[in-house]
């Protein structure tokens, strides 16, 4: 059984009895800061890695993360699921929208804007409104072209409707789905890449697409010099966000695929832009067949027109 004195605390030896009796012991010192390795002190002081840390908010995305899954930990067929992915206000939609018509060079859209808060209550009505703006105003154009011209009859074209909401929904929705699951192959491959959530991708280019909304109403003036003048200043401010967020997400990976992804991106978003406007505003003129007057004695007399 042990004793009174066995029980009670000894105190430690002084160190340099303990490196007596074990020469290869190392003692650290409370009062001494602990030494950075060498290699991560190498990497806090690599040149052009803070920027990139800035521009792609890889400080934050962990945190962001997991406040992300703690919001979304609904079941996916419940209605508070989804209710999540419109939990924003007004504020936040007018300043993304913002930040997507006046882009600052140098700075993240989704470190800035869309990071916090993703949401799809931004990108719908910003598509729903594109195509409904689309439709109308290609309608109105083709009247003023011809308009005074005796043998043309205005018809509404309410088939361009659906046609301009397969196209800009389709190009919201599956053109981000293929550029995140780009990213998430290539962040496979290589250590450096940051891959965007899907929702993230949405959002960008969700928003991307507001600055065609009013260049879809000065589409109406009857000037095809002013048409595409417009379009191209609408190509370039929407393009430039798209460019601004995911070239450095993919500058770290091999430079011809980080040049190929951007021009891919920069393309797509082209044809869109170029497309809509040479359907809608700039269809060729279809020819009206001459309408067909009777004459009095019995014979029919079909009139051209041009």
């Keep these: 059984m042990a004793t ?28 001494e800061p602990v030494e950075i390795p060498k290699n991560q002190h190498s990497r806090l002081q690599e040149p052009g890695r803070e920027e990139d840390d800035e521009l792609l908010g890889t400080d934050d995305s962990d945190k962001t993360e997991l406040l992300a899954g ?26 993304r929208i913002k930040g ?21 209550y931004g990108p719908f009505w910003i598509c729903a409104t594109l195509v409904f703006t689309i439709a109308v105003s290609g309608n109105l154009s083709n009247f003023f072209i011809h308009l005074g011209k005796p043998t043309y ?8 409707v659906s046609i301009a909401a397969t196209t800009i929904y389709a190009y919201a929705w599956l053109v981000p789905l293929a550029l995140w699951g780009f990213l998430m192959w290539r962040n496979s491959k290589v250590m450096n890449i940051v891959s965007y959530s899907f929702l ?16 879809a109403i000065l589409w109406i003036i009857p000037q095809k010099v002013v048409r595409w003048v417009l379009m191209v200043f609408s190509l370039c401010l929407s393009g430039s966000v798209l ?24 393309l797509l978003h082209a044809l869109l832009a170029v497309g809509c406007l040479a359907y809608f505003f ?13 004459a009095h004695n019995g014979t029919t007399v079909i009139t051209k027109s041009h």
């Excluded at 009859?153 to 361009?160: A, G, L, M, Q, S």
């Excluded at 500058?251 to 920069?266: G, H, P, S, Y």
């Excluded at 700039?282 to 009777?294: F, M, N, R």
Aim: charge should be negative; hydrophobic fraction near 45%.
């Design 4 to 31: 009174a004195d066995d029980l009670k605390f000894q105190e430690f030896d002084d160190a340099a009895n303990l490196l007596a009796a074990n020469p290869d012991a190392t003692t650290i010192s409370i009062d």
């Design 100 to 120: 997507s018509v006046f882009p600052v060079p140098g700075k993240n859209f989704v470190r800035l804007y869309i990071r916090s808060n993703p949401d799809l």
């Design 243 to 266: 460019v601004m967020t995911f070239w450095p997400a993919v500058r770290d990976d091999n430079r011809r695929i980080a040049v190929a992804t951007v021009a891919t991106i920069l």
């Design 200 to 215: 993230e991708i949405v959002c960008v280019y969700g928003y991307s697409l507001f600055i065609y909304i009013p260049t």
């Design 153 to 160: 009859h205005y018809v509404p074209e309410f088939r361009k």
């Design 282 to 294: 700039d269809a060729p003129e279809v020819e009206i067949p001459a309408p067909i007057i009777p």
């Design 70 to 95: 703690q919001k979304k930990s609904a079941p996916f067929w419940t209605f508070d699921y989804y209710q999540t992915f419109f939990d924003v206000d007004t504020y936040q939609v007018l300043d």
